[in-house]
């Protein structure tokens, strides 16, 4: 009840601000750079107004004047991001499509265009940076988690969606140049604050959050300084199937057909089919693990920015840093019925023990919609874990920047810079089951709070046995050295033609390194030691988390561990020592690029219409080292491994610019670009990267890097000041494409210790089955792919309505890709399905008020579903996986106080979005799965911010 008046009462009391009176709007002349623009944005005709309105006027002049197909999102002012994740702004930009880390629901990782996101560069300052975080720690893509920097560090973020010489190689779909603020940004000196208290509706937790900065200039010396500290808990909670859906006659099979292995035990004297035939019942579904699901996320991020900056007439020079450091600890509870892997070979055994597990049908029904099986089931396995985690990541940077203006025509530019990026992670998993039981499952109408009784008493220490530990360390690090030299020269061509002329030399020196450890084996001795008796004292039945939205279908009671006694007793870091060392999922690999870059600007007229081009080629030759381990003979023995590589490539680029009008402007660009593999499918040798997942990757040192000839074109209308409606198409013809294949292998084939498999699979003698089937997946570069689609972009400021309405405004874009994926998806029929392995359309939606002292903005985002990548073709059981569509309303108002003070409300994920991913029938004979097989549901909370932010 209290979610549902708080999901009421919030959209009022941020609409009922619609309603105030206006303020006369400051205005002064605006540049927000050089060049030509259009008549309605160009820089002596803009009004410059403060505020949201005033970042996207800024934005809307950049866009304008340059020459590819650039965006660009402007803070408010100096420390005045427009929102609290800089990911989460981008995801405005057309074409952007944002992932959110699954622990804090906060914008993470951007895919561009359909492109997976390590497609995509990312530069601080116009030098390539690299960091990961939470979930991602370990796998050693390429990309940039955004969700490691407080916004309020960044004064300006770019997109550039078409190629240039002078961009980085390496972003296939797009570079996002992060920058961040100068003293000289604002000459007239600034003192910045906000704090803010942040409550969770799960979690039912207040969280501070804070900013301050320093700006100031003395005569051509400035110093600029600023830090951000915030806290947040997030709470989650909801059903999982933890990989999928399998029948007994699909899972019985040898290799079993889907994602796991099953079969139902008929011979059991208490089988009873209810009236449906053995067919019905061997075909109908059941998800790999039936279980409830919450955790409790606790983040913590802390941030520092600096700039030392000496600026005269013809000199500018600065030396910026930036340091972040982000960590989340978080605490897992689970509980449910393991079906995975069930089959009984031997009722001698111990009931619901491993040779005695099938599942006995008691008394099922068969939904006739999804074909799901529920009902009472004997020999049933109750299983209650826990996992505790701790990340972290560091990251600092330094730039020193310089620029000589040495003529009025030629200008030189320098930058050497280096960063470093430390991340771990480290985990305990702990469990413990009650075998042999009777349990009944129901989904009801409910999917997300399904469930679950048995006559067991849950809160009887001594029902449980089948204890099992797991562990792992990760660490990850990133370092980067980068210099560049640029040289700029305007000159004069024929007529009232003239150029600009760019060139450069860079070089870049990246390392990653992936370090893993594994101490399952020595925590499972001392877990053993302990003995049944053992653990049983150190169950809680009180459960750890609290505020966990569960259903009534569930018991709210259970034998579980806290986080104290399991670190106390199994503490991962005593014990995943080097000793532990992991080596086939370890490895260094170091890139050096050195590039050369030609370019130039021309800017004229023909036949009475301006035209802009730009055209370049970029030279860049790539020596990758790889230090890695590689396994020798039939034991589990690994020798140092070292592999070399090395390639070159010649990018050219064209783009231009033509003003049909003074409003109307038309775009096109042709350009060649790469995208390097991930290097966890490039140096790594087999590995598995989920412990809990029985599927594994196996490493290609010979990959090429994936080379794309992009083409856009777009047409803008500028057609009032700060309006624009644009409609883009873009294509790219990708060759070299890195494709994965699977292939169906067992445990004992791949030569990997039992470590490398979470607790879940272990036997009751501590050991994996050797015959345990798994996936194993690797990588190579086929044929050529077509990636195509278009965009469609509005904004527009409603000045020209009469007061009060003409502080209204509203921007909105809309993706649409044309369905692309690595690997075609095929029926056991035959029949050929249309996937798409990124949302086959994307739009966001903004609508905001600034008027008098008040403003107001929601903001809709919008994905539609996408193929999940653990899936990408048919395993057998004619099941696709989609991660389904989702969006998310977010909304703020602000009161200006007085000029120096505003007092601000944002309210996040107000639509309270599930997100999930289900299955659907590719025969479509058992409907499509969206609100019926789902896996990994999970609601978040909406999260409520109330803050001061001033000036002094």
């Not at 199937?241 to 208490?270: C, E, H, V």
């Not at 061997?282 to 039936?290: G, V, W």
């Not at 370890?586 to 035209?611: I, M, R, W």
């Not at 000041?721 to 294509?731: D, K, Q, T, V």
Request: aromatic residues 10%; charged residues 20%.
């Amino acid at each position: 009840m209290k979610k549902k008046v708080l999901a009421t009462l919030l959209p009022v009391a941020l609409a009922s601000a619609f309603g105030n009176g206006a303020m006369a709007q400051e205005a002064a002349a605006a540049a927000a750079g050089n060049g030509d623009v259009p008549a309605n944005v160009d820089a002596a005709n803009t009004v410059v107004v403060t505020g949201f309105r005033s970042s996207l006027q800024k934005a809307l002049n950049l866009k304008a004047q340059a020459i590819g197909v650039r965006d660009s999102i402007v803070a408010e002012d100096i420390g005045k991001f427009p929102e609290s994740n800089v990911a989460e702004s981008l995801q405005r930009v057309p074409g952007i499509i944002l992932n959110r880390d699954e622990s804090s629901a906060e914008g993470q990782r951007i895919s561009i265009r359909g492109l997976p996101t390590e497609y995509s560069v990312t530069t601080l300052n116009g030098a390539p940076v690299n960091t990961t975080s939470t979930g991602s720690i370990g796998s050693a893509a390429r990309g940039f988690n955004y969700d490691v920097f407080a916004s309020e560090l960044f004064g300006r973020v770019d997109f550039y969606k078409s190629p240039l010489a002078e961009l980085p190689e390496g972003g296939m779909g797009g570079v996002v140049d992060l920058q961040s603020p100068r003293p000289f940004d604002n000459p007239k000196g600034a003192v910045r604050y906000s704090v803010t208290a942040a409550y969770n509706t799960m979690s039912k937790k207040t969280d501070p959050a804070g900013f301050a900065l320093y700006s100031n200039t003395w005569g051509n010396w400035g110093f600029l300084i600023g830090g951000a500290h915030s806290k947040a808990v997030n709470n989650r909670s909801g059903f999982e199937a933890t990989g999928g859906y399998n029948s007994s006659a699909r899972g019985s099979k040898n290799p079993p057909l889907g994602n796991f292995a099953m079969q139902l035990d008929y011979d059991d004297p208490r089988a009873n089919l209810s009236g449906y035939t053995r067919d019905q019942v061997d075909n109908a579904l059941l998800p790999r693990i039936y279980r409830f699901y919450g955790s409790s996320n606790d983040r913590t991020r802390d941030g520092l920015v600096s700039s030392l900056q000496y600026k005269d007439g013809t000199l500018n020079v600065s030396l910026d840093t930036m340091y972040s450091r982000l960590k989340n600890s978080r605490d897992e509870l689970y509980y449910g019925i393991l079906i995975r892997n069930s089959k009984t070979t031997n009722p001698a055994a111990a009931p619901g023990t491993a040779g005695h597990n099938g599942l006995v049908p008691i008394d099922v029904h068969i939904d006739p919609g999804s074909n799901l099986l529920t009902g009472t089931f004997g020999n049933t396995s109750y299983s209650s874990g826990v996992t505790y985690s701790e990340d972290e990541t560091r990251f600092g940077y330094v730039s020193l920047n310089g620029n000589w203006k040495a003529t009025d025509k030629l200008a030189l530019t320098a930058q050497v810079s280096a960063n470093s990026s430390k991340a771990q992670s480290y985990q305990d998993t702990l469990s413990g089951q009650i075998f042999g039981i009777t349990s009944t499952i129901d989904y009801g109408s409910d999917h997300v709070y399904p469930s679950l009784s048995s006559t067991s008493d849950y809160l009887n220490p001594a029902n449980y046995a089948g204890f099992g530990i797991g562990t792992g360390l990760t660490r990850e690090t990133d370092r980067g050295r980068q210099g560049r030299l640029v040289a700029d020269l305007d000159y004069n061509l024929w007529g009232d033609w003239t150029g600009h002329l760019r060139t450069g030399l860079v070089y870049v020196d990246t390392e990653k390194g992936v370090n893993k450890r594994n101490a399952t084996s020595d925590m499972t001795t001392k877990l053993n030691s302990l003995g049944n008796a053992g653990m049983r004292q150190g169950m809680v039945f009180d459960l750890p988390i609290s505020n966990l939205d569960m259903g009534a279908g569930w018991p709210h009671k259970f034998g579980t561990f806290t986080r104290d006694y399991t670190y106390s007793t199994f503490d991962p870091l005593a014990y995943n020592t080097e000793a532990t060392f992991t080596p086939a999922q370890s490895f260094t690999a170091t890139e050096k690029v050195t590039s050369g870059f030609v370019q130039s600007d021309f800017k004229g007229e023909v036949l009475g219409h301006g035209l802009r081009l730009n055209a370049g080629v970029r030279y860049s030759r790539t020596e990758l080292d790889i230090d890695n381990f590689k396994k020798t003979g039939s034991g589990n023995t690994y020798q140092p491994n070292q592999e070399h590589g090395s390639y070159s490539n010649v990018l050219p680029a064209v783009s231009s610019a033509l003003d049909l009008t003074d409003d109307l402007m038309w775009r096109a660009s042709f350009g060649k670009t790469i995208s390097r593999a991930s290097l966890s499918i490039i140096a790594a040798q087999t590995v598995v990267p989920n412990p809990f997942d029985n599927s594994a990757t196996a490493g290609n040192p010979n990959l090429r890097p994936q080379q794309s000839k992009n083409f856009d074109t777009s047409l803008e209308y500028y057609f009032r000041r700060g309006s624009l409606l644009s409609a883009a198409y873009f294509r790219k013809v990708l060759t070299d494409a890195t494709v994965s294949s699977t292939t169906q292998t067992t445990f004992g084939a791949l030569g990997l210790p039992d470590t490398a498999m979470g607790a879940i699979f272990y036997l009751p003698d501590g050991h994996v089955d050797p015959n345990m089937p798994m996936t194993l997946r690797t990588y190579s570069n086929a044929g050529r792919q077509v990636l195509k689609g278009y965009e469609l972009s509005y904004q527009q400021d409603f000045d020209f309505l009469p007061a009060p309405f003409k502080g209204f405004g509203a921007l909105a874009s809309y993706t649409h890709i044309d369905p692309f994926n690595s690997q075609r998806w095929i029926t056991n029929a035959g029949k050929e399905i249309e996937v798409n392995s990124v949302p086959k359309y994307a739009y966001s939606t903004t609508a905001y008020y600034e008027n008098g002292p008040w403003a107001v903005r929601f903001s809709y985002n919008y994905k539609g579903r996408s193929l999940h990548s653990d899936n990408p073709k048919n395993n057998g059981d004619d099941l696709i996986r989609w991660r389904a569509a989702r969006g998310y309303l977010d909304g703020n108002i602000s009161y200006k106080i007085n000029d120096n003070l505003e007092l601000r409300l944002d309210a996040l994920n107000l639509s309270n979005t599930l997100s999930y991913d289900y299955f659907e029938d590719a025969t479509g004979q058992y409907g499509s799965g969206k609100k019926t097989r789902m896996d990994y549901a999970k609601y978040d909370g909406r999260t409520i911010k109330i803050g001061l932010r001033g000036k002094l």
